[in-house]
């Protein structure tokens, strides 16, 4: 791994001084901030997700607050997904489109009150784009980063930690609902959230300066649990069938290729950016779909830069995004973004680097 | 410095292969891709760029492409600079304003044809932002990112170099215009452009299969001229006065108060985009300008992450943004963002992590 220079135009989180002195040993970078990868000891890492609780510096998952009259009519023309029935305290999963309906993003959109919602984003730009959208439509809606750095708290565990620290009403959370509370005077909005399919909780920290005293109450909660440091797990992301946009989609990935085509309603009024383009593609079927890409081979793969061709008969029928060692499957995985007449198992060979590896393509998730 | 985890969302460059190659010891994100910030040897390499000549990875400049009927339209909505003058060949230093006339990118706008731009970006993602002004004004343009990564020969020696690849026709070309030729094969737009003040030219390679055949084309042809890798140096861009955007700028920086005002042109056309938040905030006076801040001490800073609080009297007047040694003045020093009413001359402290570093102000550039 090569090293990552400084520089203000990458931002550490607020939780950027315990991580280093968790011992962090590398970074990604996501939304122009740093975001730790792993403490050194990634099959520890990756189990203690598994059967235990790891609590992961997610700052990176920024907000982006749609505040003032015109807020949920903005989420609205933003997300092709029907909001007309999301609640106060309620979160959903939707997928940003542009007007060709590609998508440019998958975040949790959280509704905080009728004229305040937040979307939680992945890793594109969608401060300017709905500051965009809602400036050329005349909309009464102040676009903004507010100052709000999730931390998550994930695996089995996950909820008698939070539990621990917040009370037994954490318990009675729905998936993606979150309740507005603060501890020892920090405020925090409390999230049965999470990059994993683990279970777990996401605290989404409402002041900056206090990411080091709230990881601390994190980490002291946890240790009757044996807590310790985590991240977003490749591994146990692929291996769950969760979606890293820009990672595993391109320039022309429209949300029924990726397996949300669930979260699109046809129905939501006209004026939703992309909503014409998404009736189309529906109608005449995606070119492409995801499928999940078991490989040949006992040696683990090294996560990478690139996509690798899929290859069947010599002919290119399309690629391999991300790809990783599974733990529990003891395969190398991968995520396969291939023409949409290509079946679960399909027996294809995968162009690594020149070198041919077999594979078969089955449904998603893995496990 | 910490460890970079390799990852799909992070693209490596055309020139990857040849920066490892050559030694590369850490690198940034930018748009998505890893660029090279050193080969190991930073004053070496700082003194190569001043005094010799220097070639850089810096593909991470991508291409935002305009393209069809009203490509030339859409250039000058996004761009309060006029346009009416810009010619085939020619390129434009733009500021990219929002709607609110904060500045969210400071591309050189390139003119290939009255059908055809390309916008060189800085670090946001102007592919979205431009996508979404055409899409809501119903613009007949395709908005894209074409293969191209750009290849900078940068310092005195830079001249010679490329002429000895390209011919003597490329000494007459003027200060950000450029010509399409090709070498070998590779198709190349050439400029005379570059982020240092040193002179130099980009080679804009226009196929990504082809990049480590052009870097070894300009490694050939500088070597009687000592050519050596290097990277857009922190040194001598903040010595030179050279704008980072993202890193000297915040989500309230417009024209103005970074020394672009000479680039906004207060009538072009009503539809450009934040074209009357720029005409009242020029009535009004912008409310900070960027000065240099020269600091006392000869201990060398380092490059971080954070900006710093300015104070006079008790009292923050603005911020510290990026700031380096300079190995010219011997001094430290960086890029002040402070109150309109603070002047050149001006006595201040530097709240640098609790550390009170005395700084005098000044005008840009340094050198």
């Not at 909780?201 to 044996?226: C, H, I, Q, S, T």
Request: glycine share 10%; proline share 6%; net charge negative.
């Amino acid at each position: 791994m090569h090293s990552i220079m400084p520089s203000a135009r990458l931002r550490p989180s607020p939780y950027y001084a315990s991580t280093i002195a968790e011992g962090v040993k590398s970074f990604t970078t996501y939304n122009h901030m740093l975001m730790p990868t792993g403490y050194g000891k990634p099959e520890e890492e990756y189990w203690r997700i598994i059967n235990g609780v790891s609590m992961w510096d997610v700052a990176v998952e920024r907000q982006i607050q749609l505040l003032g009259p015109d807020a949920g009519r903005l989420a609205q023309i933003l997300s092709p997904r029907d909001l007309t029935k999301c609640v106060e305290g309620q979160g959903k999963y939707v997928a940003l489109c542009n007007h060709a309906g590609t998508l440019i993003n998958d975040p949790i959109l959280l509704k905080l009150a009728d004229d305040k919602y937040w979307l939680s984003i992945a890793d594109s730009n969608i401060l300017f784009w709905a500051r965009a959208i809602a400036a050329e439509r005349g909309l009464d809606v102040a676009v903004s980063e507010p100052d709000v750095s999730p931390l998550a708290v994930q695996g089995p565990k996950a909820e008698d930690v939070v539990a621990s620290l917040f009370g037994d009403w954490v318990r009675a959370l729905k998936y993606f609902w979150f309740s507005e509370t603060d501890i020892e005077g920090i405020p925090v909005a409390v999230a049965r959230s999470g990059w994993s399919k683990q279970g777990g909780f996401e605290l989404y920290l409402m002041d900056g300066f206090k990411g080091d005293a709230l990881w601390n109450l994190v980490k002291e909660a946890g240790r009757p649990f044996d807590i310790g440091p985590g991240n977003p797990n490749a591994c146990e992301r692929i291996e769950s069938g969760l979606l890293s946009w820009g990672g595993d989609t391109d320039d022309e990935t429209n949300p029924f290729e990726v397996r949300m085509g669930a979260y699109v309603d046809l129905d939501v009024p006209d004026d939703v950016v992309g909503i014409g383009a998404l009736r189309r593609i529906k109608e005449e079927g995606p070119k492409r779909h995801q499928l999940g890409a078991l490989m040949e081979g006992q040696e683990p793969t090294q996560i990478g830069f690139y996509w690798y061709d899929i290859v069947k008969d010599g002919v290119k029928i399309g690629d391999l995004t991300n790809h990783v060692w599974s733990h529990r499957l003891e395969k190398n995985i991968g995520f396969a973004l291939v023409s949409a007449d290509v079946h679960p198992g399909t027996d294809v060979v995968i162009d690594k680097d020149g070198e041919a590896v077999r594979a078969s393509l089955r449904a998603l998730p893995f496990i």
